[in-house]
Structure formats: structure tokens, C-alpha cells
T-cell receptor
Framework: KNEVEQSPQNLTAQEGEFITINCSYS?????LHWLQQHPGGGIVSLFM???GKKKHGRLIATINIQEKHSSLHITASHPRDSAVYIC???????????FGKGTKLSVKP | GAVVSQHPSWVICKSGTSVKIECRSL??????MFWYRQFPKQSLMLMAT?????????EQGVEKDKFLINHASLTLSTLTVTSAHPEDSSFYIC??????????????????FGPGTRLTVT
């Protein structure tokens, strides 16, 4: 079993829909990252969370440390949101990240 | 937000040659940088951890003599793929850690990713 599990693996939505991507992990963590990787490959760090909730524009990330679960929400989705969204956790102090396998999101116009 | 750049963004080289990839933190100092590789449709795989002024720490299975890492300054780390072979063709991504302030849970820091370098070895 992977230490970081994401669901769903693939997600197709219509423009304007509310989207949720889930991440569950099995290790103790000091931080959780949500990353966005576009087809060209470049990675953008969306959020780094250690507790609670963060919001940036149409993106919202939440984390429940007790349940070892995080969600990434996209409101009013747009085709430009189409990308792979990756959850990654840091276990320990300066430990390296453990990556989920990613969720491929396609938003249709 | 903090910016990490990589150069080149893509490179094609012949088998047997060496290729150097640069990773720079543009507006912050990074005592630690990570190098990852990513094969198509797979997640990122950590290759090595680079600490400024000291030798890199390589993950199991990564040949340190093949993937030379130098972190000579707080804003620059380089990865040199020596004697490249077609199986080294991959997407190489660096990440730089910006040390943050001490919080209630201890030292927290932020990690920023470069845009990646696509290496094709012919």
C-alpha cells in the first residue's frame, strides 16, 4: 500500500463544476503539499499545509491531521485547470517528500 | 512567491556525452535542494538531496558517479549526467527549500519546484 493515496486517479469535469481531489496518507507528517503539473511538465506549488485550511483564488486546500486526509477543491473550474494534481507529504523535519501518484483532471468547455 | 529556475528547459544529447542541468533559486537562499526524475505517466522519484557546501546524499539505486551534483552556493545546484545513455532520457526536476521561521511545531520551511528539464539521449 502506498504511503500517499490520491483519489480519483482521473477526473473529467465540465467547465464551471466544483471539483474535489482527495489525498490520504499513512505516515506522520510535518507538512503536506499540493502541486500542479501541466502537460509540459512544469510543477507549480499550490499549497503547503500543516493544519487547517488555505485559500488562493478558486483553489481551497484543507487538511485533517487526525484523519490523515487532505482535500483540494477547485471552484468554478475552467479548462485551464486541466493538469495533474499531486499530493506530497513531508515526514519528519527536513525529510524528502513522499508523492502521491497524481490525479489527472480534464475540464471540458 | 519564491521562484526556482532550471536551465536548460530541454536538451538533446548523443549517447556517451555529459549534460549539465542548473537549478537556481532566484529570490531566496536555499541550503537544501532536491533533484527528482520523472518517467512518463509516473510520479516524481527523488534522486538526491543536495546541501550547500557538502556532498549530496543519493537515494538507493542512484549512481553518484553518473549523476554528479554540486551545490556550490546558496542559490545554485547543478546536476551533471555523465556518459548519458538513452535510458537516462527523462524529465529532471529540482526543488529548493527556503528555510522559514520557527513555529509552534518546530522549524517549518517551504519547498519550491523548478520547471523541469527534459533530457533526450539519442
Amino acid at each position: 500500500k502506498n504511503e500517499v493515496e490520491q483519489s480519483p486517479q482521473n477526473l473529467t469535469a465540465q467547465e464551471g463544476e466544483f471539483i474535489t481531489i482527495n489525498c490520504s496518507y499513512s505516515v506522520g507528517i510535518s507538512a503536506l503539499h499540493w502541486l500542479q503539473q501541466h502537460p509540459g511538465g512544469g510543477i507549480v506549488s499550490l499549497f503547503m499545509l500543516s493544519s487547517g485550511k488555505k485559500k488562493h483564488g478558486r483553489l481551497i486546500a484543507t487538511i485533517n491531521i487526525q484523519e490523515k486526509h487532505s482535500s483540494l477543491h477547485i471552484t468554478a473550474s475552467h479548462p485551464r485547470d486541466s493538469a495533474v494534481y499531486i499530493c506530497a507529504v513531508r515526514s519528519g523535519g527536513q525529510g524528502n517528500l513522499i508523492f502521491g501518484k497524481g490525479t489527472k483532471l480534464s475540464v471540458k468547455p | 512567491g519564491a521562484v526556482v529556475s532550471q536551465h536548460p528547459s530541454w536538451v538533446i544529447c548523443k549517447s556517451g556525452t555529459s549534460v549539465k542541468i542548473e537549478c537556481r533559486s532566484l529570490d531566496f537562499q536555499a541550503t537544501t535542494m532536491f533533484w527528482y526524475r520523472q518517467f512518463p505517466k509516473q510520479s516524481l522519484m527523488l534522486m538526491a538531496t543536495s546541501n550547500e557546501g557538502s556532498k549530496a546524499t543519493y537515494e538507493q539505486g542512484v549512481e553518484k558517479d553518473k549523476f554528479l551534483i554540486n551545490h556550490a552556493s546558496l542559490t545554485l545546484s547543478t546536476l551533471t549526467v555523465t556518459s548519458a545513455h538513452p535510458e537516462d532520457s527523462s524529465f529532471y526536476i529540482c526543488s529548493a527549500v527556503k528555510t522559514g521561521v520557527v513555529g509552534p511545531s518546530g522549524i517549518s520551511y517551504e519547498q519550491y519546484f523548478g520547471p523541469g528539464t527534459r533530457l533526450t539521449v539519442t
